[in-house]
């Protein structure tokens, strides 16, 4: 709805609270009708495209987790053998950078996962493969070379180049093997050793991540109550470490008929969870564990009546309730699709749908959305892990916090498909670098902004959408190079031709630092490598990652947002009363 603005007069002022701006500077009706507003430029002000805009500065319009931007790993990497390259130097480097977060272990095969107690039954598989060489390092020569952490005690390795080179031809023909399994829907059971639970969790602890682990429900009694007795062994083991773990029980559980032929309804699963917690805490350990559910999908009209059964049951019983979501079919999509406004406005209608049964029945209740994909199937080479899938991403982190979604895990970190953050040479993408950056730049905070800008007519019966999308949020505490009481705007530009912004309000003649994310590369929007304000970005050693330095801009300038392009501007000195404390 319009609301007053304190604007120069002729200018229509919008408060979005953190939601997108119109792209053509339009303002929708009920009736979908579109009208030019008369508007008299303020001086200085040249051509149809410049907005001028504020941000209520006074107190926040949402507050977020510290975790907010999270991360999953995928079962699967036991089967393709990354799991035991999760010592990597690299690794860890890169996953520190995403600290804090949560480090959700889940996915299409928690259901298929069986625990045993025991530490090294896989090297008795024997043959110069990857797991024979990686048994030899670590028990004979790479032991020497570990480095003790000598603040956490974790256990870091450098792994030799062959060894390596060895891990991707097993995991690329592993590929081909779990490819096969996703599209006929018939997957093979997993077993997760100690041994490989321990790396697991070394790696989360060494990287700052607290890890949340979804135990496998379709372990099922006769009378298709859950069957607890290998999840038990499995908190025994975890307890006997004093790992802190949060825990999940199954995943997309509305699916499972698909996957064994076998339903559980969501009462069914409400009362599962309970007997979790009651296990739980029977284990000293983890008697105030957090527990999260329960991971349903797409919330369509039967999966919202499986969420209210849960709820029903349960619903006291989870710490927040989890969903998960995918924008496209990986296997057909093109790059065009990403840049579609109507497909990033898909997560806003089930943002409401999941919030009105929560709020039914467990008023203030956390949600997270976990298992987040630009596209499902594993994800598209050359798509999905390029620029171009960034504008879903940043619009996703964008729009949830705007509506009070909590924490977002992203899939995934590193795995089999074309969905990850970090490649099998372990090389961080563009989406990793767009993590990272909001990670160093964007607080829990969020603030409401206040657009002004231009009117054009549309063509009738088209709907204009957005295509010029800002958010506002205190900039983070963590970041020392920034006083307390700063501000973070990001911005997306669908549009094919650049925009220009004009601060105003308490932003007005304060110095912006630019953080300007471009493709970087022959290739375009396809490009896997990306630059920052102009110069491109990769870690400088496995130890190290890049310095994030910002492009400052004089006092009062116009940003100019070029096209197609992701940014940050971190508006300094604002002395923001929202931002002043944490």
Not at 52 to 62: C, E, Q, W
Not at 172 to 191: D, G, I, P, R, W
Not at 404 to 423: K, T
Request: a positive charge; aromatic letters at 8%.
């Amino acid at each position: 709805m319009p609301c007053p603005s304190s604007f120069p007069p002729g200018l229509l002022a919008l408060m979005a609270p953190g939601l997108a701006l119109m792209a053509t500077f339009s303002l929708p009706s009920q009736a979908g009708d579109r009208r030019a507003l008369p508007v008299e430029k303020p001086p200085g002000v040249k051509g149809r495209t410049l907005i001028l805009l504020d941000v209520n500065t006074k107190s926040p319009v949402r507050i977020i987790s510290e975790n907010f931007l999270s991360l999953q790993l995928d079962p699967s990497i036991i089967h393709d053998g990354w799991l035991d390259f999760l010592s990597s130097r690299r690794l860890v480097t890169l996953a520190r950078g995403l600290a804090p977060a949560f480090l959700r272990f889940a996915g299409k095969r928690t259901d298929f996962l069986q625990f045993h107690n025991v530490k090294n039954p896989a090297k008795s598989r024997g043959g110069p493969g990857p797991d024979y060489y990686l048994k030899n390092y670590e028990d004979d020569i790479v032991r020497s070379d570990i480095a003790l952490d000598k603040q956490k005690g974790c256990k870091i390795a450098q792994h030799p180049d062959i060894m390596l080179e060895l891990q991707r031809e097993k995991a690329a023909q592993m590929h081909l093997v779990l490819l096969k399994e996703q599209f006929s829907n018939t997957y093979s059971n997993l077993t997760l050793t100690a041994r490989s639970l321990d790396k697991l969790y070394n790696f989360a602890d060494c990287s700052g991540l607290h890890l949340i682990f979804a135990l496998n429900a379709l372990r099922r009694n006769p009378n298709n109550s859950w069957n607890s007795s290998n999840a038990l062994s499995l908190l025994k083991y975890s307890a006997s470490k004093k790992y802190n773990i949060s825990w999940e029980l199954g995943n997309e559980p509305n699916n499972y008929r698909t996957l064994m032929g076998r339903s559980v309804n969501g009462s069914q699963l409400g009362r599962d969870y309970t007997q979790l917690r009651s296990l739980l805490q029977l284990i000293r350990t983890y008697s105030r564990a957090h527990l999260y559910g329960p991971n349903i999908g797409r919330p369509r009209k039967n999966v919202v009546a499986f969420l209210e059964g849960f709820m029903k049951v349960a619903g006291g019983t989870v710490d927040a309730v989890t969903w998960q979501h995918y924008y496209i079919d990986g296997r057909v999509a093109k790059v065009t699709d990403f840049l579609k406004t109507r497909l990033l406005d898909t997560l806003s209608d089930q943002i409401r749908k999941i919030q009105k049964v929560v709020n039914t029945y467990t008023p203030g209740k956390k949600i997270w959305l976990e298992g987040v994909g630009m596209t499902s199937a594993g994800g598209m080479n050359n798509l999905s892990d390029s620029y171009a899938a960034g504008f879903l991403w940043l619009n996703t982190l964008g729009l949830l916090a705007s509506q009070g979604i909590d924490v977002v895990v992203r899939h995934s970190f590193l795995d089999h498909g074309h969905n990850h953050l970090v490649d099998q040479n372990f090389n961080p993408l563009p989406d990793y670098w767009l993590s990272l950056l909001y990670k160093r730049l964007i607080g829990p905070k969020v603030l409401a902004i206040h657009v002004a800008g231009l009117q054009r007519k549309p063509r009738p019966g088209r709907v204009i959408r957005d295509k010029l999308r800002i958010y506002a949020h205190c900039t983070s505490y963590h970041n020392h190079n920034y006083v307390r009481g700063s501000i973070t705007l990001y911005i997306i530009n669908l549009h094919r031709s650049r925009k220009k912004i004009k601060l105003a309000g308490t932003l007005r003649d304060k110095i912006v630092h630019q953080y300007l994310l471009q493709p970087y590369g022959k290739d375009g929007l396809h490009s896997k490598s990306v630059q920052l304000n102009g110069q491109p970005l990769a870690m400088v050693d496995d130890g190290t990652l890049p310095e994030l330095k910002p492009r400052p801009l004089r006092a009062g300038r116009t940003l100019v947002i070029p096209p197609l392009t992701m940014s940050f501007y971190v508006v300094k000195n604002v002395n923001a009363l929202a931002c002043r404390y944490r």
